[in-house]
């Protein structure tokens, strides 16, 4: 799926702490003008941003964009609701999911395929404090061996 090509704009770093990633799904979006220049800029943050299902079209809310500097009057709006390109039956499939067993859906990283910029979103649920704490303890282990490893 990734290629040597491919440049990663915006990646959601407290996703894997805080939740659990059942799947993935990789998917276009819709954007204007001054949003895809931000955008190649790297002015993107999805740190809040969560993916919802209105009329049987999904969308991405809370993504923020920053404001295009060499735009004018005609500029977007930061925090606006963002189209998501999936096929139908993906949607429905995810929309079951959600509903039946309270799962959500988070952008996980935004990036370009052969221009076109592209979002990987994660069907997600969400971890409790111990989860969170027991994966701290693991990765401090990992580390903890990684490193007497490296001193012998």
Known sequence: MKKDTDKIVARNKKANHDYFIIDTYECGIVLTGTEIKSVRLGKVSLQDAYCDIIHNEMFVIGMHIAKYSMGNIFNHEELRKRKLLLHRKEILKLFGQVKQESLT????????????????????????????????????????????????
């Open 105 to 152: 859906i988070i952008p996980l990283e935004m990036y370009f395929v052969e221009g076109l910029a592209k979002v990987k979103i994660g069907l997600c649920k969400g971890k409790k404090l111990y989860d969170k704490r027991e994966d701290l303890k693991e990765k401090t282990r990992k580390r903890e061996v990684d490193e007497s490893i490296k001193r012998r």
